[in-house]
């Protein structure tokens, strides 16, 4: 069976903001060099570079960054898409960050990428160690969810999704990790696309993406199929998995 490969990045293939560790770039290299794989991340090029050793980065078939608002392949930049917050988005973003009963606020709380905005109450400035105390506040709070509805509420041409530890992604409806997903099924709809991601949950922003294979069930030969992650160590034991049954 024709299979191509794609994977999120942060927290499936890497520990979270943090780079590969060594034993997984050896594995994970070795496994690029026997199958076609394809990166999907919702961060930029830039943190790309930090996490995804040069090597990988160059085996790999393309590496979709800002949830496949902009499209890498070798050193070429294939294609990036636009987007200009409304300043009512804006305004209610700098609204919630001065309200949200979470202390600390580090910086860099807003950061504008390929077609979309990525928005962090803590702030990008943050520690790593800020970072998980964020993550443990929000899943008793719930801040995330919470801002997410607001959005979705105020905002109907737009959809945001909850990724990482400490941010969401606001885009408008469709430029989500979906669009990577058809890109590569149009382009080869003889193959078996199998997905690896830690947000795979509604809300998640790797739930579009298999929300389109869901969608693309009936009519999809090979069948596709995402796997849910809860962190580095799950992909490694998939790729372990995946090669033994191959």
């Known amino acids: 069976m024709k299979r191509i490969f794609m994977f999120d990045v942060d927290g499936t293939l890497t520990p979270s903001r943090l780079p590969m560790t060594d034993e997984m770039a050896k594995m994970f290299k070795g496994f690029c060099e026997r199958n076609r794989v394809i990166l999907v991340t919702g961060s930029d090029m830039s943190k790309v570079v930090e996490q995804i050793p040069e090597p990988i980065r160059d085996l790999v078939e393309g590496i979709y960054t800002c949830s496949g608002n902009a499209l890498t392949i070798g050193e070429d930049i294939i294609y990036e898409n636009e987007f200009q917050p409304p300043d009512r988005l804006i305004e209610l973003l700098e609204n919630w960050k001065t309200y949200s009963h979470y202390p600390v606020k580090t910086g860099r709380h807003l950061e504008y990428r390929d077609g979309m905005l990525n928005y962090s109450t803590v702030g ?50 469709g ?72």
């Not at 520690?127 to 109907?156: C, S, V």
């Not at 999809?220 to 849910?228: F, G, N, T, V, Y």
Request: net charge negative; with cysteine.
């Open 175 to 246: 430029l989500d990790k979906s669009q990577s997903y058809h890109k590569v099924k149009g382009e080869n709809p003889d193959h078996s696309i199998i997905f690896c991601g830690d947000r795979l949950m509604p809300g998640g922003n790797d739930y579009p993406f298999s929300k389109a294979m869901g969608e693309n069930h009936s009519a999809c030969r090979p069948l596709d199929i995402a796997i849910p992650v809860t962190g580095w160590q799950d992909t490694k034991r998939f790729l372990i998995n995946s090669e033994q049954a191959s």
């Open 124 to 173: 990008r400035n943050c520690t790593q160690e800020q970072r998980e105390d964020y993550e443990a506040w929000d899943l008793m709070n719930g801040e995330r969810k919470i801002l997410r509805e607001r959005i979705l509420h105020m905002f109907p041409s737009l959809d945001c999704a909850i990724g990482g530890q400490i941010s969401i992604d606001i885009y408008p409806q």
